[in-house]
C-alpha cells in the first residue's frame, strides 16, 4: 500500500476496491475492536512486496479455569413458506448467507444489486423479509429499503455491514432503530436475528 493507502486504511467506508468489488478487508472492525482492547495496531507495507498488519494486545495474567462446554441449544429455524430476498452484491458472501438460511429451512430468492431485487420482490409476493447489505453500488441498502417498503408496507427489513453500527449510524446509512446484523456472522447469529425480525414485523 502507498503511505497515503495506509494512513486511511482504518476509516470506515474506505476503499481501493472498485465499485461492486466488495469494501475490503474490514480494518475499521479491527481498529475498534483492538482499540476497546487497549491494543495498538501497525501496518508495514511496501508497494509490489506485500503487507503485514500487526496487532498488539495487552497481556492477562490470570490462572486459567477449565469449564466444561455447555451444551449448544439448536439454531432457531424457519418454514419453507417463509420466502427471504437476500441483497448482496459480494459474491461468495451472497452464497455463504443463501446457503445457511436455506439450511435454517427458510426458502431464498437472491439478487445481487438494487434493481434485480425489486424485480424479484414484484415477482414474489410471498416475500416476509429483505436482508440487504446496507453499502452497495447504484443504490444504499436504505434507499432499497425505503422503495421496497413502499411497494410492499408490511415487508420486514434486516441490514447487513462490515462496518461498525457506530459508523453507518453516523454517516446516515441506516436509522439507528434499524434491525442490523455484522459481518462476519455465525449460523446461530443469522437465525436469531432473522427470526427476530420475522417476528417483529415492518
Known sequence: MSKETIARAFEPFFTTKPVGKGTGLGLSQVFGFVKQSGGHLKI?????????LKIYLPRHHAEGTEKAP??????????????????????????????????????????ARPEPALTALESSPGVVLMFTDVVMPEMSGRALAEEARRRRPALRILFTTGYTRNAIVHNGEVDADALLLSKPFTIDQLAARVRAAIDQGP
Open 44 to 52: 508495514y507495507s511496501e508497494p509490489g512486496a506485500g503487507t503485514t
Open 70 to 111: 455447555a451444551a449448544a441449544a439448536p439454531p432457531v429455524r424457519g418454514k419453507v413458506e417463509e420466502i427471504i430476498l437476500v441483497v448482496e452484491d459480494d459474491d461468495r458472501m451472497r452464497a455463504i448467507t443463501v446457503a445457511l438460511l436455506r439450511e435454517l429451512g427458510y426458502t431464498v430468492i437472491h439478487a
